[in-house]
């Protein structure tokens, strides 16, 4: 959405509303929170948490890189450009795991806190 001046107006939502948005948990949202893999937009005066629709693109990477079987060390790496997923999946197809990057396979099923 545009505001009056032609720059991007970014609205802020509730964990509950993105959580409808996405699919992902209330919980799991908050999980990669505190883990300062998704920190929020904003604080409202009450202090909810708030998010934009940039922290719900970098929600789906972040459930998208977990689905793939990534840690989420290996999440934190790619996230902040230290390790692209091309050099990440390179190396754990050659068993040569980087310091750090451990992964550890997704359990068959497993959703990574989204619903079903």
């Known amino acids: ?39 929020p937009a904003a604080i409202a005066k009450a202090g909810y948490r708030l998010y934009s629709d940039r922290e719900l693109e970098r929600l789906y990477q972040i459930t998208g890189l977990r689905w793939l079987g990534t840690s989420g060390q290996q999440v934190r790496l790619i996230l902040g450009g230290q390790v692209s997923l091309r050099e990440l999946l390179n190396s754990n197809s050659r068993g040569n795991h980087k310091a750090g990057t451990d992964a550890k396979p997704c359990a068959r099923g497993a959703t990574h806190g989204r619903t079903r």
Do not use: A, D, F, W
């Open 1 to 39: 959405m545009e505001g009056n001046n032609g720059t991007l107006q970014l609205h802020n939502y509730s964990i509950r509303t993105r959580s409808r948005r996405s699919g992902v948990t209330v919980k799991t949202i908050r999980y990669y929170s505190n883990q300062g893999l998704l920190p």
